[in-house]
Structures are given as structure tokens and as C-alpha cells.
């Protein structure tokens, strides 16, 4: 079993910055798919990013991209997500998700049924 704890969420003024950590425990996810995820109220939930378990491979809604940076530190266990350039529709429920899948397609990462999830971390932006 893999825990995952998400943290870092808060409070920012649009335009600002906030990063994400996505802590495991439990099991090594040195070699899964890891991803994020968030779910705005009255929205479903959407995929933001992911990456493989090198972390050579990524991929990003189009929402996030160039604005968001996903990344991961084995050794550490954690995966984070650098959120940049923050705006209104950024507001959601960030969900930190892992899967022992590897597709070598990374338009796979979005689809994957990811097998572990976190509780989520509120972020709020305000115009």
C-alpha cells in the first residue's frame, strides 16, 4: 500500500506562486507514474500533470502549461508541483495520485487509472 500526503496548498493572489509536495509512505514510488490532479467545486476532477518514474517524461493540460512544473525527488519519496502565474481558475482541490503503470506514451498519463490517491490540499487564488 502507498500512502500519499499532500501539502503546501493555501492562499495566493493571482499572479503569485505556490508549490505542492506530494509525500509518500508505505512503499517506494521510485518506479511509478506519479500525477496531479484537481477538482474545482461544482467541476469534475481534471487531470493537471504527471510524470514518469525518472521524471524524464511529463505532461500537462493545456490549462497549465508553461505555467506549472511537475518534478520528483526518489530519494525524498515526494513529488511536487511548482504552480506559477497563478489565476482564478487555478482554485481546486489538488490531488497527488500514483500508479505502478508506465506507459511510454505520455498522452497515456491523463487515462491512467491511478491506484493510490492523497486527500488533497485546498488552493485558493484570488483575483
Known amino acids: 500500500q502507498v500512502q500519499l500526503v499532500e501539502s503546501g496548498g493555501g492562499l495566493v493572489q493571482a499572479g503569485g506562486s505556490l508549490r505542492l509536495s506530494c509525500a509518500a509512505s508505505?512503499?517506494?514510488?521510485?518506479?511509478?507514474?506519479m500525477g496531479w490532479f484537481r477538482q474545482a467545486p461544482g467541476k469534475e476532477r481534471e487531470f493537471v500533470a504527471a510524470l514518469n518514474w525518472s521524471g524524464s517524461t511529463t505532461s500537462y493540460a493545456d490549462s497549465v502549461k508553461g505555467r506549472f512544473t511537475i518534478s520528483r525527488d526518489n530519494a525524498k519519496n515526494t513529488v511536487y508541483l511548482q504552480m506559477d502565474n497563478l489565476n482564478f481558475e487555478d482554485t481546486a482541490v489538488y490531488y497527488c495520485?500514483?500508479?505502478?503503470?508506465?506507459?511510454?506514451?505520455?498522452?497515456?498519463?491523463?487515462?491512467?487509472?491511478?491506484?493510490?490517491w492523497g486527500q488533497g490540499t485546498q488552493v485558493t487564488v484570488s483575483s
Open positions: 508505505g512503499r517506494t514510488i521510485s518506479k511509478y507514474t
Open positions: 495520485a500514483a500508479d505502478p503503470q508506465n506507459p511510454l506514451n505520455r498522452s497515456y498519463y491523463p487515462r491512467i487509472k491511478y491506484e493510490y
